[in-house]
């Protein structure tokens, strides 16, 4: 059915169609709505047989989830930001259990300073933490990879994080088809949990491992987490013949086939970065896209087969590693390593700001006319004259004081205190 809805919405429908058995939450913006619908929908009786957990941090959140997968339950939470790094600890737990629990993660900037706005900087910062990390384009993707996400989570025993862009996406109203309770039945078979703690049959889990097992143990991690690749694309033509539509898989090349230079991103921004390679290729330049629908674990061969033939890459990063450089872009390096051709790392977006066709449209003319440093880390619409003036300032002042203040005052800005 399709509906105008709000992209927080939408997920917490699509959850909800889902079954799961505990939702655990703690507010932060933006991804508050979604467990606000959800609580209302339990309440409502409208989610029935559903625990709803009201807890006291996103640590807590997490925590909560990882024992009720532990029991048995299909659990569901979901996130952003600080929130993200507050759950560390259990993320890392939950994925060296082999837990599934299914995640949103609302993308947002990491402070400090503090930002509410969207970037990817939180996903990024948990890359490695043994998570399934999928990336939605639209609120009609994050709605229909949250429903390939149980299917992933559960068929491998993995716990996987679906990931859409705040405000961008979680606040943005949209036309979306919302599937029924019968098709989302038929697709997603209930819960038949690998591990199961039974008070009948008492063991332990998360035991003390030594020397002796723990690289074994971790080999297993990455061995699982690696049959995503090829259990990904099975499960996203299954929902493509169930429900008619593609959506999910490994990544979405577009008009690759010919494409010379082709600019790699994830997340919304996909849609602006496709309408200005329509724009180019109505000029005669042969532009393409790529965009990275599964980020972990990392789609190296999907990667390279859709980059052979390209001369130019144009890795578009939502965070960056500070004082090393590109995240996706060193990923796309990896993949790509011994092809002929050149990678651009460029950051761009950060904490909310707006990557425009304009912007793209001048970073594409500068690299294919190889005004561009390759070896270079490059920044989008970056104010260079607000940046010089205050290493100039940390130069030559006794105190300069923090820079994000700074800043704030040479453009005439007052800080603002923003909500967690």
Known sequence: MRSQVEGSQAVARAVTLCRPQVIAAYPISPQTHIVESLSDRVRTGELAGCEYLMVESEFGALSACIGASGAGARAYTATSSQGLLFMAEALFNASGLGLPIVMTLANRAIGAPINIWNDHSDSMAMRDS??????????????????????????????????????????????????????????????VPQQLLDPDDPVTIGAMVGPEAFTEVKYLMHVKQMAALDELPVIAAEFRAAFGRSSGGLVKPYRTDDAETVVVALGSVLGTIEDVVDTMRDEGHCVGALGITCFRPWPAA??????????????????????????????????????????YDVVAGLGGRPVTRASLRRLLDDVLAERLDPTAL???????????????????????????????????TVASGAYE
């Open 302 to 343: 999907e990667v390279r087969e859709a980059l052979a033939h390209a001369t130019r890459v144009v890795v578009v990063e939502r965070a960056f590693a500070v004082g090393a450089g590109g995240i996706v872009g060193q990923n796309v390096r990896d993949a790509t390593r011994g092809l002929p051709l050149e990678a």
């Open 130 to 191: 043994g998570w399934i990390q999928l990336f939605a384009e639209s609120n009609q993707e994050a709605v229909d990879l949250h429903v390939q996400a149980f299917r992933l989570a559960e068929s491998l025993s993995v716990p996987v994080m679906v990931c859409m862009d705040g405000f961008v996406l979680t606040h943005a109203f949209e036309e979306v088809d919302l599937p029924t309770q019968e098709q989302v039945d038929a697709f997603l078979p209930p819960l």
């Open 378 to 412: 490059h920044f989008l619409d970056l104010d260079h004259a607000l940046v010089q003036r205050e290493l100039e300032r940390s130069r030559h002042g006794h105190r300069p004081g923090p820079h994000a203040e700074n800043m704030l005052r040479a453009l005439g």
